[in-house]
């Protein structure tokens, strides 16, 4: 697959006829041709052609860093190309910002939301293009408008409910609503089952055919092959910054989507069965109440040995975050016993957790695990400050040993691009979050707390960090893994516990699950015991 010429909607046969026999102006909304983009030395996108026609669901798939969020940012007018251009509706046009492709029906919901808390979902979506009678904002017209919109596409959102009261899927159903009311006809969906449990993927996935029906569009920046397959018309490619190659969806394979996408197979990790040493992390009717007055946690009591990964599922917002803030310190207030190593820990700092052996992969690294606008190094040393392994003399820092560790995690866990100076908010989120992971594993722990460890990354990351996880149980290690992700509990965990309305609902070894049985206990429902 070549690269477009500059003028791809000339009479020359265009990147996308060659494809697949259909010409620039027979349904193609969007045309992006010959797009590049650097950030110094980083060649991001490199001659870059893309299209996108009316009624279809685009994927758009590649490595961390392969250059796919950036060309969608080009498109939604965050930044702007060094060369290409890009044709809506047959017409050249020049998007200026993100305010320019709104106007223009080019939407973007991105991995991090835009919303305000306190504001109800009405007020959200309303923002900057209020409903109005007599000159004055009409909350009743303008939920009713939001009521109506909710039902069409069937987003199940209630108008008049916070969003801070809301589950993630929730939230990202007003975000799609949002860019309904806007005028959306072009919808860009960055990583949009990241944080989702199945049961909203496949409710996401309703909305999103009831889009395509209407005729709207559809791109899906991801990386999970399965629901690439489940949902898409087609597929694009990206790998180093250039596109590789589009196939459509029914014509294609997980095996080669993802050997396109790293240019070799990837080699999946698999947990080994063993038999698990002493308990490391004991847990007894472990309570916390917020000063809110909720009850995240009610009446928690698990176990986690040495050698064995202990996988906790549940729905979002059941209490499992939550149970990582108690181990590591950061939701205090808690009732009940925890002894880790044998002794407890009521009265431990996070330091102290950290010098006795505890890591954690927090859930939101960009709120809990890195500073944004540090760069590389500061943000490693973080956990480390009141440790010796950085310093000279047990006093002054030892700069020259945490660049040299700075750039071995980079090298290590292919964090790019491998330029440690840069501040960690300019590295795309699988980037950060493949930092993240090899700054935990660095401090080789006794117990890993890994929320959400593979988030946002790639294929390949993903299948690496698995490993580690093993290496660490392998070790002698044990591992508490949080996970939405079903494949990826029951490929790792040895054991399952659900979580659901801050208690343990079932517990047994993971293989004895059915994932129907997991879905009901997931939403409140019986095991099948």
């Not at 991001?44 to 250059?67: K, P, S, T, Y």
């Not at 993630?168 to 944080?195: C, H, N």
Request: with cysteine.
């Amino acid at each position: 697959m070549g690269h477009m010429e500059a003028g791809c909607l000339d009479a020359k046969p265009s990147f996308h006829q060659a494809a697949d026999g259909l010409g620039a102006n027979m349904g193609n909304v969007i045309e992006m041709c010959g797009i590049s983009k650097a950030f110094g030395s980083t060649q991001a996108n490199d001659g870059v052609d893309f299209a996108c026609r009316a009624g279809e669901v685009l994927c758009l798939l590649g490595e961390n860093g392969a250059g796919k969020t950036t060309l969608m940012k080009i498109l939604y007018g965050m930044y702007r190309p060094d060369a290409g251009t890009i044709s809506l509706d047959g017409e050249r046009v020049s998007i200026k910002s993100p305010r320019d492709a709104i106007r223009r029906g080019i939407q973007m919901v991105h991995q991090h939301f835009m919303l305000v808390g306190p504001l109800s979902v009405t007020d959200n979506v309303m923002i900057g293009k209020e409903v109005k009678s007599h000159g004055l904002y009409d909350r009743k017209a303008a939920a009713e408008k939001v009521r109506a919109l909710s039902g069409e596409y069937g987003l199940k959102v209630p108008p008049e409910k916070l969003v801070r009261e809301l589950s993630v899927g929730e939230q990202q159903r007003v975000e799609i609503i949002k860019a309904l009311y806007q005028g959306a006809r072009v919808l860009i969906l960055d990583e949009p089952t990241a944080v989702l449990t199945p049961q909203e993927v496949e409710e996401l996935f309703d909305v999103i055919n009831r889009l395509r029906e209407s005729g709207k569009s559809v791109i899906m920046i991801t990386h999970k092959l399965k629901e690439t397959m489940a949902i898409s018309d087609r597929v694009y490619v990206m790998r180093q910054g250039r596109m590789v190659g589009q196939r459509k969806t029914g014509e294609t394979s997980i095996d080669e989507l993802s050997e396109m996408m790293v240019g070799h197979q990837v080699a999946r990790a698999d947990r080994v069965d063993s038999e698990p040493g002493e308990v490391i992390l004991r847990m007894e009717h472990v309570a916390l109440k917020r000063k809110d007055g909720g009850e995240p946690l009610r009446d928690v009591t698990l176990e986690v040995r040495r050698g064995e990964i202990l996988g906790i599922c549940g729905v979002e917002g059941n209490g499992q975050m939550e149970l990582a803030g108690v181990l590591t310190a950061t939701a205090p207030g808690w009732r009940g016993e925890i002894w880790y190593k044998g002794k407890p820990i009521r009265h431990t700092p996070t330091a102290g957790l950290l010098a006795g052996g505890i890591s954690c992969i927090q859930a939101d690294r960009q709120r809990d695990g890195i500073a944004m606008s540090l760069d590389v190094p500061h943000n490693l040393m973080m956990g480390y400050q009141q440790t010796g392994i950085f310093r000279k003399h047990g006093l002054l820092v030892d700069w020259k040993k945490i660049q040299a560790a700075s750039a071995g995690v980079m090298e290590e866990y292919d964090v790019r691009p491998p330029e440690p100076r840069r501040a960690l908010g300019e590295f795309s989120g699988g980037n950060q979050q493949k930092f993240v992971v090899g700054r935990e594993m660095m401090r080789r722990p006794d117990l890993m707390i890994a929320a959400h460890p593979t988030r946002g990354v790639d294929i390949q990351a993903t299948a690496f960090i698995h490993g580690r996880l093993l290496d660490l149980k392998a070790q002698g290690a044990g591992v508490l893994l949080i996970t939405a992700d079903l494949d990826e509990l029951l490929q790792l965990s040895d054991r399952v516990a659900v979580i659901y309305d801050g208690r343990i609902v079932g517990c047994k070894k993971a293989g004895e699950y059915q994932l129907m049985e997991l879905g009901r206990l997931m939403g409140g429902g019986q095991s099948d015991a």
